[in-house]
T-cell receptor, first 112, second 115 residues
Framework: GEDVEQSLFLSVREGDSSVINCTYT??????LYWYKQEPGAGLQLLTY?????DMKQDQRLTVLLNKKDKHLSLRIADTQTGDSAIYFC????????????FGGGTRLMVKP | DSGVTQTPKHLITATGQRVTLRCSPR?????VYWYQQSLDQGLQFLIQ???????AKGNILERFSAQQFPDLHSELNLSSLELGDSALYFC??????????????FGAGSRLTVL
């Protein structure tokens, strides 16, 4: 089975907050990442968090990490139509060559 | 423009054929990664090279091979193609070796269609 899991789909209204969730299984994850993929494009790094941190905020983005429950979330404040995309969480582990393992992606649809 | 260049952008070929996908990493990045993105399998890690040497292998089929050249560009060779190989193939590059946050920069991908 997948090491990193995400729900498939999320729909929100413009101006609302979006929360995209991710669970991972390997407690030795060192860093956790959020990437965004717009239609027809490659993945773009949004933010990452070190595993000993609980929270990281960057403008409209807030990442929360619950290491006990192996749960990562990405909150997008004041969601805009331009935020419509697929969002991938990923983990890396220093003891695995620092390779990234991605979740299946969550498609965010923002309705005007 | 991410700085990672992939060619070709689109490729249509027939079953049994062989294709080569090319990737030029971002300037200064020593690591190159190849990922396959398909609808049913999601984003699957294939292989990583670091400064010309193979560093890690993922779910890469024996029909597939890759290499990284002295100028750090990489090629992914796909042979004896099957319908199920139709997918988006992404190349990504990063600076880091095995420590620190591994920030990958992705190319725009090469879309392969096998008919």
């Amino acid at each position: 089975g997948e090491d990193v899991e995400q729900s498939l789909f999320l729909s929100v209204r413009e101006g609302d907050s979006s929360v995209i969730n991710c669970t991972y299984t390997d407690s030795s994850s060192t860093y956790l990442y959020w990437y965004k993929q717009e239609p027809g494009a490659g993945l773009q790094l949004l933010t990452y968090i070190f595993s000993n941190m609980d929270m990281k905020q960057d403008q409209r983005l807030t990442v929360l990490l619950n290491k006990k429950d192996k749960h990562l979330s990405l909150r997008i404040a004041d969601t805009q139509t331009g935020d419509s995309a697929i969002y991938f969480c990923a983990e890396s582990m220093n003891n695995a060559g620092n390779m990234l393992t991605f979740g299946g992606g969550t498609r965010l649809m923002v309705k005007p | 423009d991410s700085g990672v260049t992939q060619t070709p952008k689109h490729l249509i070929t027939a079953t049994g054929q062989r294709v080569t996908l090319r990737c030029s990493p971002r300037s200064g990045d020593l690591s190159v990664y190849w990922y396959q993105q398909s609808l049913d399998q999601g984003l699957q890690f294939l292989i990583q090279y670091y400064n010309g040497e193979e560093r890690a292998k993922g779910n890469i089929l024996e029909r597939f091979s890759a290499q990284q050249f002295p100028d750090l560009h990489s090629e992914l060779n796909l042979s004896s193609l099957e319908l199920g190989d139709s997918a988006l193939y992404f190349c990504a590059s990063s600076v880091t070796g095995v420590a620190g946050a591994n920030v990958l920069t992705f190319g725009a991908g090469s879309r392969l269609t096998v008919l």
